[in-house]
């Protein structure tokens, strides 16, 4: 059964806190995507990666950063926390290779519910 | 600007009746791919149906179908006998093709449906 997890489901940090979101797929997939969401916005993608080491900013990328050291790992770190980065985070991969011709669909992990107080 | 445009935030409809859920999307990409996902209240993103921009036929899996009119850069989510089951957030995706390989996948703002016993 293809897997992406995320390592908290909750989790509280305080203002200024650097913190790390994790993500794992276990799919080989080569795309890792994070999104935020809120009500009303739907899903707002903040980065994506094709390839391990390789990142492109989506569209709302101010206030966060990224890694990928390893294909199956993508992390989204916020430097220095704020409360208006109070939100669910989603992170998904897919890949490029598959039965359709652009490829599989994005699977998603559970989320994580990031508070900043 | 928006890629994908879900003009309808919140929809009802009665039990054993089918609804359309709109989506627009804006690309100028020829290679493309259009998704459907639903989030129960659970907070999950389960996957329903894909159109490929090369595709003739408009896709269907079981009580979805996907009506797509790419001259109108349209991708409708058409759901036959509604069920009480089918009450949740629905959010239409647009996944792009770029040259070095990456693909880049985007949401629009979702529609909530509330089935009606």
């Known amino acids: 059964d293809v897997k992406v997890t995320q390592s908290s489901r909750y989790l509280v940090k305080r203002t200024g806190e650097k913190v790390f979101l994790e993500c794992v797929q276990d799919m080989d997939h080569e795309n890792m995507f994070w999104y935020r969401q809120d009500p009303g916005l739907g899903l707002r993608l903040i980065y994506f990666s094709y390839d391990v080491k390789m990142k492109e900013k989506g569209d709302i990328p101010e206030g966060y950063s990224v890694s990928r050291e390893k294909k199956e790992r993508f992390s989204l770190i916020l430097e220095s926390a704020s409360t208006n980065q109070t939100s669910m985070y989603l992170c998904?991969?897919?890949?490029?290779?598959?039965?359709?011709?652009?490829?599989?669909?994005?699977?998603f992990g559970q989320g994580t519910r990031l508070t900043v107080v | 600007a928006q890629k994908i445009t879900q003009t309808q935030p919140g929809m009802f409809v009665q039990e054993k009746e089918a609804v359309t859920l709109d989506c627009t999307y804006d690309t100028s990409d020829q290679s493309y791919g259009l998704f459907w996902y639903k989030q129960p209240s659970s907070g999950e993103m389960i996957f329903l149906i894909y159109q490929g921009s090369y595709d003739e036929q408009n896709a269907t899996e079981g009580r979805y179908s996907l009506n797509f009119q790419k001259a109108r850069k349209s991708a409708n989510l058409v759901i036959s006998a509604s069920q009480l089951g089918d009450s949740a957030m629905y959010f239409c995706?647009?996944?792009?093709?770029?040259?070095?390989?990456?693909?880049?996948?985007?949401f629009g703002t979702g529609t909530k449906l509330q089935v009606i016993p």
């Open positions: 995706a647009m996944r792009e093709s770029y040259s070095g390989g990456y693909q880049k996948v985007t």
């Open positions: 998904a991969s897919s890949s490029p290779r598959g039965p359709k011709p652009t490829g599989t669909e994005a699977f």
